[in-house]
């Protein structure tokens, strides 16, 4: 057995054209994640009446259950659920209609809601409780202190690991494709089918996610930097 290196370069150029659909599928549940993640942190620290308690059973279920059993859950279940409601309500939509990214976009928001929210949560309360008190004294309310004294410095402290969650994100979009939605795994999955040449075309995707783990890598050192500029005694 050898390697066809030139292939691997005409892998490259087709795998990567799924590109945009593996960072939709990173990045908008990221975006969605983190406000799910935020809201939730904040429920389970002020322990909301009633809502902590499923704050806490939804951060527990969805960390303690693989994602690509919230991508089947969702994507088998949600679409009896919608039929269901469409027929009580005579509202005439057909789940067949409704794409399939949609219901992988969802089961992934959930799941980054959940590991957001304990980033959040550890974040907010590594700060301690003078610089809360601080605040009050020179008249803020607490919506002004949370908002402009603990959040900017939970977000900051809790950069590496939103960089964790991203770079996990990345590769987990991969089992996507599970239920038919190609991505770049996907991608490479068919090319390498189409052309029996499997080594050179998972080599060409390896390249492609490790250029992009890279790069986000690079990009969060960055953001780091200026975002504890703070510790080092002011913006630099």
């Known amino acids: 057995m050898t390697i066809d290196i030139p292939f691997i370069w005409t892998a490259f150029k087709e795998i990567i054209r799924a590109l945009p659909i593996t960072l939709i599928l990173t990045i908008l549940p990221l975006l969605a994640g983190f406000i799910i993640g935020l ?3 904040l429920i389970r620290i002020y322990k909301v009446k009633f809502l902590s308690r499923v704050a806490n059973g939804y951060v527990s279920f969805f960390r303690g259950t693989p994602i690509i059993m919230h991508i089947m859950l969702i994507y088998f279940g949600f679409p009896l659920l919608i039929d269901q409601i469409s027929k009580k309500f005579d509202l005439g939509i057909q789940s067949n209609s409704i794409p399939i990214i949609l219901f992988v976009l969802t ?3 959930l799941s980054a809601g959940a590991y957001l929210s304990e980033i959040f949560r550890s974040g907010i309360i590594s700060v301690s409780n003078g610089q809360m008190e601080a605040a009050y ?5 607490s919506f002004q202190a949370m908002t402009r004294i603990v959040l900017p410095q939970a977000i900051a402290q809790s950069i590496p690991n939103f960089t964790n969650i991203f770079i996990g994100f990345l590769h987990t979009s991969s089992i996507a494709f599970v239920v038919s939605q190609k991505e770049m795994t996907g991608a490479a999955n068919i090319v390498a089918s189409t052309n029996l040449k499997f080594l050179e075309s998972f080599i060409a995707a390896g390249l492609i996610y490790w250029g992009l783990t890279i790069i986000a890598e690079g990009l969060s050192f960055l953001i780091e930097k200026k975002a504890t500029a703070y510790n080092r ?3 630099q």
Do not use: P, Q
């Open 39 to 41: 809201t939730v942190a």
């Open 107 to 109: 089961a992934l928001s």
């Open 137 to 141: 004294s020179v008249g803020m309310n």
């Open 233 to 235: 005694g002011g913006v």
